[in-house]
């Protein structure tokens, strides 16, 4: 056969190859298979981010799912924000005026996510999902009146008074906002990322902020006591299909949920409201591609909420190391605070 005939007759087959694969059904196209682990189970393990520039909860009047120009503009506007914040800081920059707001961590430490999250193929305007208004419910009377007792009590303070006036996350004994969870959502910051890691028994999610480590039993549960209220609470898992479901209850009373807002997310009861033993988190995890599991969580607390709430939160793979945090080791904002507040009393000043 000559080349000119073998040419025709490969161009020929490539095109009808093409042309078949065109006509196959959308799911036999590179159809991908959920790897699983030796014992059988679908497999997270891995490390993962769910940073994020789409809020917790949905801006009044927005529809659920944003247009192109919207995605565009909002993630044009992350990434001019992160350009600007990430340049060097002048070394030849004089002292800071007394008294003036002396900054904190430019870009090149921060990274609360620059891009919208996408599920099933929808780019989100807000995580949570239920209520459709993409906001979280009113609180029940019950609800306003424990929120109401705390911000009075805590009123009595300043923020500055003791250790226990300042945050969780200062005092390094949990991650900032509702990032461990659960529900677990962003942090807006920085260390946004997770470590999975299975066994038969256990499912073990460490979070690079704070390194806190949760973990997750499988099978048949058995709960703690009502007195036994651990941070993350007593999580149980078990397998339908190729979802990982999570139950959790028992939530330590501090660890409170509020929106996004890193004032209100970081502040131990004075924003949020405190759980009680009637809240229990419903978790989901779903490997749904190579690069994706769709965590999703639904909030049930009839004393607090005036209806179960709940969202969706694509958590993409994370090609890179975890760092420990240090959060201890390295915590001189405490001394720090505290000491220049007790300096303002000595002076007669307030806060």
Known sequence: MSIRHSTRLLTACVALIATATLLL???????????????????????????????????RGQAAVLTA??????????????????????????????????????YVYIDGGSRVAIVNGEPRSSLITNPPDGRRPALTPEGEKRRNEVRDFMAGFSQYDNPENRTLADRCLVSFGSHGGPPMTPNYGYNGNYTIVQTADYLMIHYEMVHDTRIIRLGEPDPLPDHMRPWFGDSWGHWEG??????????????????????????PGIWGVRPTMDLKVTERFTRTDQQTILYEFTVDDPTTYTQTWGGEVPFTKYDDLLYEYNCHEGNYAMSNILSGARYQERQGGGN
């Open 25 to 59: 059904p959308a799911g036999a196209q590179g159809q991908w298979t959920v790897p699983r682990t030796a014992h059988g189970h679908p497999d997270l393990q891995g490390n993962w981010s769910n940073a994020t520039i789409t809020p917790i909860e949905r801006p």
């Open 69 to 106: 120009e919207e995605v565009a503009q909002r993630e044009g506007r992350a990434d001019a924000i992160v350009t600007a914040l990430a340049q060097p800081s002048d070394p030849d920059r004089g002292a800071p005026e007394a008294g003036s707001d002396i900054g904190a961590y430019n």
């Open 242 to 267: 190729n979802t990982l479901i999570v139950e959790t209850t028992n939530i330590h009373p501090l660890q409170n949920y509020a929106t996004e807002s890193i004032a209100r997310l970081v502040a």
